[in-house]
């Protein structure tokens, strides 16, 4: 992808436990714990309205391999990692993108680029 950037809405995803479990087992061989954001995103193409759709969509196949606290409230996060995402640009559902995120998960919302 070069330097493109994607920034998208986190419209819910993992507690905190279940991210800091996935960040343990991030390159744990023959372990694979499941995790998954729901983002929102634009369709392609423009409906009746003439206006583009805005459709929930899965980030899934995600490996942590870094977090780290973004304020003292235990629970807002800042996330680096790799994912796979099938979203126009980005058609390629079987490579995986490079993600940074701000994340909280009392809200379960926050903000992720992939790169």
């Known amino acids: 992808m070069g330097n493109i950037q994607r920034n998208f809405k986190i419209t819910s995803g993992p ?3 279940q991210l800091f479990t996935a960040c343990k087992y991030a390159y ?4 694979v714990f499941p995790i998954q ?5 634009y369709t392609r ?8 759709d805005l459709v929930p969509k899965l980030v899934t196949s995600i490996r942590i391999v870094g977090i780290e606290h973004d304020s003292g409230s235990g629970q807002a996060f800042r996330i680096h990692g790799y994912c ?6 980005l058609e390629n559902s079987d490579r995986l993108y490079e993600f940074h995120a701000q994340y909280n998960t009392r809200s379960g919302k926050g903000t992720l680029t992939i790169e």
């Open 15 to 17: 507690d905190r436990d």
């Open 28 to 31: 744990e061989k023959g372990v």
């Open 84 to 89: 796979k995402v099938d979203i126009w640009p």
């Open 37 to 41: 954001f729901v983002i929102t995103h």
């Open 45 to 52: 193409f423009k409906n009746e309205a003439r206006k583009r």
